[in-house]
C-alpha cells in the first residue's frame, strides 16, 4: 500500500493550495487529511468516506474542501483562505477495507506566511 502526497508549498495569508493523495494496494473506506504543527500533536482536518460523506475540523470549515477521484484513487484537500495557523506538515491517512488497518503517507510541508 502507497500513500503519496503532493501540492505543498509556500503560500502567502489568504492564498490557496491544493493537496493531492495518491493511493495505490488496497480499497479504502474512508481517507483523511491529517496536520502536524511543530511542537503540536497531529490533527485531523477533513475525512471523506467511500461513498462521499466528508467531515471537517472547526478550523477547516468554511476554507478547505476534501474531495475524491475513485477513478484514480486519489483524494484532494483544496485549502483556501490560508492563515499562519495552517502551516504544517499535512499527511494523508488511509482505513482499508476488511482489514481495517492505516496508513500513512510521508507528508507534504505546507507553509502560510503572513
Known amino acids: 500500500v502507497q500513500l503519496v502526497e503532493s501540492g505543498g508549498g509556500l503560500v502567502q495569508a489568504g492564498g490557496s493550495l491544493r493537496l493531492s493523495c495518491a493511493a495505490s494496494g488496497s480499497r479504502f473506506y474512508e481517507m483523511n487529511w491529517y496536520r502536524q504543527a511543530p511542537g503540536k500533536q497531529r490533527e485531523l482536518v477533513a475525512a471523506?468516506?467511500?461513498?462521499?460523506?466528508?467531515n471537517y475540523a472547526d478550523s477547516a470549515k468554511g476554507r478547505f474542501t476534501i474531495s475524491a477521484d475513485n477513478a484514480k484513487d486519489t483524494v484532494y484537500l483544496q485549502m483556501d483562505s490560508l492563515e499562519p495557523e495552517d502551516t504544517a506538515v499535512y499527511y494523508c491517512?488511509?482505513?482499508?477495507?476488511?482489514?481495517?488497518?492505516?496508513?500513512w503517507g510521508r507528508g507534504t510541508q505546507v507553509t502560510v506566511s503572513s
Open positions: 491517512n488511509a482505513i482499508a477495507y476488511y482489514s481495517g488497518m492505516t496508513y
Open positions: 471523506i468516506t467511500s461513498d462521499g460523506h466528508t
